[in-house]
């Protein structure tokens, strides 16, 4: 039974751990990053640790015991167990971890993201203009400020792109004959004759004279980061992360006192509600209803279970800086702080 019983242990320890090991980490690289965008909110200084590996030793062992009594039956009887048979268990995990610093960490926080990744966090996000306010900082030369909504054309453009894609008018991927190496990325607009008004509209946004939306397919090369182009090209130019997380910074309910305060500087402007990437409040007292929270300067800030819009704002920009992190943390490794889980 000994025997059989460890033969059991290693699917379980499996079924038992592994579920826990990963809400453990998901929950924590959560408020993290909500600790990132407070302290850059009062710019303070702030790090990331990222886990490199988690290695979960396990030891069994198992026992076999009787007792047998010398001598006359009465003097033992009732004071002696037979046969006993037991198992043990212990599990020693140990936790790696990656600091993250230093020149590669700076240049993957500063520098703008790639296409690739725009596209791939816009097709994750459920609401697509949203992400691309946060993501564009500049489109064929219509500049898009932090600190103020985007301009009304600008607006436009984001809710017509985002109609078009969605009816399948627009594609976006590499063009015919790029490289991988260097890939080029165009804008494909086909079968669009109950959307010609809206693709003339977009052509005129961007300042495109020389395309005309007459039926035939349309193929728009994109320029990134404001590289070379020509006049029937988009040229966009991309936010960094660290871009992202100071949007997500003015998006905290800072206490009044901690402005009046000098502690948390005042924002030149302000954002309203309906435009802010998400909602991030703050409380006096631990809040029951957050999906992630944590403690800073004796107040809770903390994104709300039922703030949809701001669950999905914060899952996205989770997912860009984590991008970020696994990039920084491959090319250039660094220290790796181990520590054993007791």
């Known amino acids: 039974m000994a025997l059989s019983g460890c033969a059991a242990v290693g699917p379980a320890s499996i ?3 592994r579920a826990v090991y990963n809400e453990v980490i998901n929950s924590t690289e959560d408020e993290q990053l909500l600790n990132v965008i407070v302290r850059e909110r009062y710019d303070q200084t702030f790090g990331m640790l990222t886990v490199a590996s988690v290695t979960a030793s ?14 006359p039956k009465e003097s033992y009887a009732g004071n002696i167990v037979p046969l006993s048979a037991g198992v043990a268990y212990e599990e020693s995990p140990t936790i790696s971890y990656i600091p993250l610093s230093g020149e590669m960490f700076l240049s993957r926080m500063l520098t703008p993201i790639t296409l690739s990744q725009a596209l791939l966090l816009l097709g994750a996000a459920e609401d697509e203009v949203t ?13 898009n400020p932090i600190d103020e909504p985007a301009p009304e054309k600008l607006e436009r453009f984001f809710a017509l792109q985002a109609k078009l894609r969605k009816a399948g008018v627009t594609t976006t991927g590499r063009c015919s004959g790029s490289g991988s190496a260097e890939p080029e990325f165009c804008v494909r607009v086909s079968g669009y004759e109950a959307y010609k008004e809206e693709v003339r509209e977009i052509l005129d946004i961007l300042g495109i004279k020389d395309v005309a939306a007459d039926g035939h397919d349309i193929v728009l090369p994109m320029s990134v980061n404001d590289g070379p182009g020509g006049t029937s090209m988009i040229r966009i130019q991309l936010r960094s992360a660290l871009d992202v997380i100071r949007i997500a910074g003015r998006s905290i309910d800072i206490p009044a006192q901690e402005e009046q305060d000098g502690v948390a500087p005042t924002l030149d402007s302000t954002i309203e509600s309906e435009h802010r990437l998400m909602t991030i409040h703050t409380s006096k007292s631990y809040p029951r209803n957050a999906v992630v929270a944590i403690p800073f300067r004796n107040w809770w800030y903390y994104v709300d279970a039922t703030d949809t819009r701001s ?9 860009l800086v984590g991008l970020r ?14 520590i054993p889980a007791r």
């Open 131 to 143: 992400w691309m306010r946060q993501l564009y900082k500049r489109i064929n030369g219509i500049d």
């Open 325 to 338: 992190m696994q990039e920084s943390a491959g090319e250039h490794p660094g220290p790796v702080l181990t």
């Open 15 to 17: 079924a038992n751990g």
């Open 58 to 71: 396990i030891k069994v062992s198992a026992n076999v015991n009787g007792q047998f009594g010398i001598g």
């Open 311 to 319: 669950k999905r704002a914060f899952k996205i920009l989770r997912l």
